[in-house]
């Protein structure tokens, strides 16, 4: 079984709308990682969340951290083209920082 | 001030072969961590590696897999006698400290397709 779920596995939005991705962990959450990755390439860190209650933003993006729930929501406001692409939460459990199945994000025009 | 660099980004081995990629972590790194990405898939772990040191080999086979990290040159995942289904992208992540607290760095991938 998986020890982050990521919900939902993928996603087509209408661009200008909003959309949220959330992050489940089995564990308790230390610190959580958004990353994005576009098709055939690497990943660029999005954000890094570590306190309960914390949330950030940059851009149109927001990521909010629940501790208490071990949980972790990806929030996009007024989706673009430029947005799609594959969104992944990491988290570390001991040694490994380990990823969730990523949420496939398309917008269309 | 270099990212993480991999090469090669594209490797093309036929069944039997060995696979031999590479990643220079961000200078001044000592941690290595290796994942495989299969089609339509998120990453699964395979290994973190500290300087010539295996911490966490856990998400590795086996069988045919190894990985290195000496005190000097890249970072090493090798595959021996490759088949079909190791066709995958590989990606390595360093961090200059174990990544609790900090953020991994990410290199672009190799892309190993097995023929």
């Known amino acids: 079984s998986q020890e982050l779920e990521q919900s939902p596995q993928s996603l087509i939005v209408q661009e200008g709308k909003n959309l949220t991705i959330n992050c489940t962990s089995s564990?308790?959450?230390?610190?959580l990682y958004w990353y994005k990755q576009k098709y055939g390439e690497g990943l660029i860190f999005l954000m890094m969340?570590?306190?309960?209650?914390e949330e950030k933003s940059h851009e149109k993006i927001t990521a909010k951290l629940d501790e208490k729930k071990q949980q972790s929501s990806l929030h996009i406001t007024a989706s673009q083209p430029s947005h799609a692409g594959i969104y992944l939460c990491g988290a570390e459990y001991g040694n490994k920082l380990v990823f969730g199945a990523g949420t496939i994000l398309r917008v269309k025009s | 001030n270099a990212g993480v660099m991999q090469n090669p980004r594209h490797l093309v081995r036929r069944r039997g072969q060995e696979a031999r990629l590479r990643c220079s972590p961000v200078?001044?790194?000592?941690?290595v961590y290796w994942y495989r990405q299969l089609p339509e898939e998120g990453l699964k772990f395979m290994v973190y590696l500290q300087k010539e040191n295996i911490i966490d080999e856990s998400g590795m086979p086996k069988e045919r897999f190894s990985a290195e990290f000496p005190k000097e040159g890249p970072s090493i995942l090798r595959i021996q006698q490759v088949v079909r289904g190791d066709s995958a992208a590989y990606f390595c992540?360093?961090?200059?400290?174990?990544?609790?607290?900090?953020?991994?760095?990410f290199g672009q991938g190799t892309r190993l397709t097995v023929v």
């Open positions: 969340l570590q306190k309960g209650g």
């Open positions: 992540a360093s961090s200059p400290r174990s990544a609790f607290y900090t953020e991994a760095f």
């Open positions: 564990k308790t959450l230390y610190g």
């Open positions: 200078k001044g790194h000592s941690h």
